[in-house]
């Protein structure tokens, strides 16, 4: 008798979670489907990222970037610096691909990443966060950028 209770006790949870699962199957499929037979060209960084006239906000907040413009150059490093809030990890997140600007866009190359998403998301690209324990002014919020000399 007490496996008939561990299963009876297993249906019901799994049928408490029936709408949960039926949610997620819903969702998985109305993805579409990655088109393997068209041939779109491979995203390379070979010259320079380039944010161009970026404007982001979540859902109907205050615009975070409005007009913002960037040009990171290939084996360039940048730091973003400011005060908790500024946009720091949400640039990140748009140039990684994660977030997607409600206008203007990410070029790699003059390629912009939305046009083969994946195929920028796969190519070695990495961002290294380091948080500093420093106070800045409220209104401080900086991007440095600086190139590296091939050795």
């Known amino acids: 008798m007490p496996s008939l209770s561990r299963i009876q006790y297993n249906l019901s949870a799994i049928k408490q979670q029936q709408s949960s699962f039926e949610s997620i199957f819903s969702d998985l499929r109305g993805i579409e489907r990655e ?32 007009g913002f413009n960037l040009e990171i150059p290939y084996k360039g490093s940048v730091a973003f610096v400011g005060p ?17 600007p409600n206008s203007g866009g990410i070029l790699v190359d003059g390629v912009n990443i939305e046009m083969n998403l994946p195929s920028w998301q796969k190519n070695r690209l ?23 000399e091939d050795k």
């Open 35 to 66: 088109d393997k037979s068209a041939k779109i060209a491979e995203i390379r960084f070979k010259e320079k990222i380039e944010i161009r006239d970026l404007v982001f906000s979540y859902g109907g907040n205050p615009k975070i970037f409005e």
């Open 84 to 100: 908790a809030g500024c946009g720091k990890t949400t640039l990140v997140d748009i140039i990684l691909g994660l977030l997607k």
């Open 126 to 148: 990495c961002a290294a966060v380091h948080i500093f324990a420093r106070r800045y002014n409220k209104k401080q919020c900086r991007v440095r950028c600086s190139k590296r």
